[in-house]
Nanobody, 120 residues
Framework: VQLVESGGGSVQAGGSLRLSCAAI????????MGWFRQAPGKEREGVAT???????MYADSVKGRFTISKDTAENTLNLQMNSLKPEDTAMYYC????????????????WGQGTQVTVS
């Protein structure tokens, strides 16, 4: 079982990035998936989640700018990030949790290794 993020990088304010998370031996029919981020000196925070049925939730700070989606054929979780702001700069993590959606303080989350997003 493994989550592998990709797609991070550096972008100017107002730009876009698309993050992907390859979910290896994690079935979307059994797991709720999510994206979290952690900026230097700050606690990890939830960005968006998508449950087993496709229902989504977003942090207020990213509503209208970020879109979470999953590709069941490729078993990949995606995060499309538009209109990026400097305050979006953080390490972004993919997470999975069995049957219920992951929280930043859940002890049973599966975590990826993270991908850095820098907005200047």
């Amino acid at each position: 079982v493994q989550l592998v993020e990709s797609g991070g990088g550096s972008v100017q304010a107002g730009g876009s990035l698309r993050l992907s998370c390859a979910a290896i031996r994690v079935s979307f029919s059994n797991y709720c998936m999510g994206w979290f981020r952690q900026a230097p000196g700050k606690e990890r925070e939830g960005v968006a989640t998508i449950d087993r049925y496709g229902s989504t939730m977003y942090a207020d700070s990213v509503k209208g700018r970020f879109t979470i989606s999953k590709d069941t054929a490729e078993n990949t979780l995606n995060l499309q990030m538009n209109s990026l702001k400097p305050e979006d700069t953080a390490m972004y993590y993919c997470a999975a949790r069995f049957r219920v959606c992951p929280r930043s303080d859940s002890s049973d989350n599966l975590w990826g290794q993270g991908t850095q997003v820098t907005v200047s």
